[in-house]
């Protein structure tokens, strides 16, 4: 589990080292390609860590190519640091000179920005902080724009979900006069047996008859009809 601050940011690299082992024996300079990795910190141009990406982060904890897998295997891939979030050119206040100052700030994206801790946002120049109020607007706006239109479509799916049990509830399954001739008509609703009043004779039960009516009515219509 990587607890690192989000605002660390690793960028995995090789260079070619001295071996200097190998260089004494063979009487030659022989190099090595090794990989490092270089931490930067958002808004703090000045500060940097250079360690080998397989040195351990502490005494018998993960390396660091192990504690920023995605870092590290985007390095593996030939992909230079990848940019965590909204990148700057995206966002369409900043104009192309800020969007360079920042960057030379290592800072790539707007949630970079927003994370920029308050020791290193006068580091920025004027209106930095302001600037990094911004960004956590935009984010928090953008995703409560997310949450609205996943509500949206849940309001959507419910208004559907009840649409369908009403016309069930108003509109029960019809039954035919051959399928009553060989079911219990007991089993069926007043809905189901009025239905089939009207379908056999063209017209509903008037007023509000009994059930015993209508099931007496319905056993007559249902009994097979003689030939003449």
Same mark, same amino acid.
């Given at each position: @589990?990587?607890?690192?601050?989000?605002?660390?940011?690793?960028?995995?690299?090789?260079?070619?080292?001295?071996?200097?082992?190998?260089?004494?024996?063979?009487?030659?300079?022989?190099?090595?390609?090794?990989?490092?990795?270089?931490?930067?910190?958002?808004?703090?141009?000045?500060?940097?860590?250079?360690?080998?990406?397989?040195?351990?982060?502490?005494?018998?904890?993960?390396?660091?190519?192990?504690?920023?897998?995605?870092?590290?295997?985007?390095?593996?891939?030939?992909?230079?640091?990848?940019?965590?979030?909204?990148?700057?050119?995206?966002?369409?206040?900043?104009?192309?000179?800020?969007?360079?100052?920042?960057?030379?700030?290592?800072?790539?994206?707007?949630?970079?920005?927003?994370?920029?801790?308050?020791?290193?946002?006068?580091?920025?120049?004027?209106?930095?902080?302001?600037?990094?109020?911004?960004?956590?607007?935009?984010?928090?706006?953008?995703?409560?724009?997310?949450?609205?239109?996943? @509500?949206?479509?849940?309001?959507?799916?419910?208004?559907?979900?009840?649409?369908?049990?009403?016309?069930?509830?108003?509109?029960?399954?019809?039954?035919?006069?051959?399928?009553?001739?060989?079911?219990?008509?007991?089993?069926?609703?007043?809905?189901?047996?009025?239905?089939?009043?009207?379908?056999?004779?063209?017209?509903?039960?008037?007023?509000?008859?009994?059930?015993?009516?209508?099931?007496?009515?319905?056993?007559?219509?249902?009994?097979?009809?003689?030939?003449?």
């Amino acid at each position: @589990m990587n607890d690192q601050p989000k605002t660390i940011r690793p960028r995995f690299y090789k260079e070619a080292t001295l071996n200097e082992a190998r260089t004494k024996a063979e009487g030659r300079p022989i190099y090595d390609d090794v990989e490092y990795v270089e931490i930067n910190y958002p808004g703090d141009r000045l500060q940097r860590l250079v360690r080998l990406a397989d040195d351990p982060v502490s005494n018998g904890g993960p390396s660091y190519a192990e504690l920023y897998p995605d870092y590290y295997a985007a390095f593996k891939r030939g992909e230079s640091r990848a940019v965590s979030g909204t990148p700057l050119e995206a966002w369409p206040i900043l104009t192309t000179a800020r969007v360079a100052e920042l960057k030379a700030s290592n800072i790539l994206s707007v949630d970079e920005l927003a994370e920029v801790s308050d020791g290193n946002i006068g580091k920025l120049g004027p209106g930095a902080r302001d600037l990094r109020e911004q960004a956590r607007a935009f984010l928090n706006s953008a995703k409560g724009g997310a949450n609205v239109a996943a @509500m949206a479509q849940e309001i959507s799916n419910l208004k559907k979900m009840v649409e369908a049990l009403t016309q069930g509830i108003g509109a029960p399954p019809s039954v035919s006069a051959s399928e009553m001739q060989t079911v219990d008509i007991n089993d069926a609703t007043d809905e189901q047996l009025k239905q089939f009043i009207k379908e056999q004779t063209g017209a509903a039960p008037r007023g509000n008859p009994s059930r015993e009516t209508l099931l007496a009515r319905v056993a007559e219509l249902a009994q097979p009809q003689e030939a003449a």
